[in-house]
């Protein structure tokens, strides 16, 4: 706005100058255009030699007009251009944000693109668009590591551990979300923004705890279970259940899921060990 107002006024004054100029040039008797510093000329000349007149053709009146006007065009042109220049940003029409959403060439499972909805504080990796198989384990579970984490503590057998969570399903892709529409968030449907057990407890599906041993705290793997491992799942009650607020995520955990395939993928960043 500062640079528009700025422009604006450079603009007023190079009007102004220009029209001055313009209004310096009067008209003689003949109706002919001539400059007052050429007038100032002619009656000198005029008292020399009396006989001598200043002739000024009609041609000089164009002349004198177009050049005044094609400087005024020219100035105010060149602040127009600048101020365009100062008031738009680079990328005024293109938001960086609705770059997330562009597809990654080759990424023909979506798994790029369902990376970008996995926030860590380690930031991306060069690796993140990167189309990797996920590592298949015996219990037919399989999982992707994007980050390591830190420290010498890992999950295993016996661990205390806690992990921020969101779960989709991975049946029901949406645009907006590629990976399968998610039914449950620790974000949303938790009091603390957390789920935590003791790996081996029989309180989460152990399909999950194999795919989350040997993660360090602040670690991110993207774990998926098959679809008779989470029927298996929902029996023992071993499933994260959507909060009452969460009635999108109730609908289709209760409605919809279990109606078809039901594999799950399980976003997971680990937050404590003991």
Known sequence: MVHQIVATAFIGASLWANTSAFSAVVRAPNNSVVST?????????????????????????????????????????SFLFAATALSNPANAAIDPALLKALPVEGDTTGAASR??????ANGPQPDDSKDIAFTKLPSGASYRQYREGKG????GPGSKVAIETT???????????????????????TEFNELAWTIGSGEFPPELEECMVGMKKGGVRRCELPSTVVFAAKKNDQLPLPSEKNKDGKRMFENRLFK?????????LVTRIK
Request: charged share 25%; hydrophobic share 30%; glycine share 4%.
């Open 260 to 268: 078809t395939d039901a594999t799950l993928l399980f976003e997971v």
């Open 37 to 77: 510093s050429c007038l100032r000329s002619t009656n000198n000349n005029s008292n020399n030699n009396n006989d001598e007149k200043s002739a000024i053709t009609p041609s000089s009146d164009n002349n004198n007009r177009r050049s005044v006007l094609l400087q005024t065009a020219s100035v105010a042109s």
């Open 115 to 120: 990376l970008r909805m996995i926030e860590s």
């Open 167 to 189: 779960i989709r399903c991975s049946s029901f892709p949406t645009r907006d979300e590629p990976g399968g529409v998610k039914y449950f968030t620790t974000k949303g449907d």
């Open 152 to 155: 010498d503590a890992t999950v």
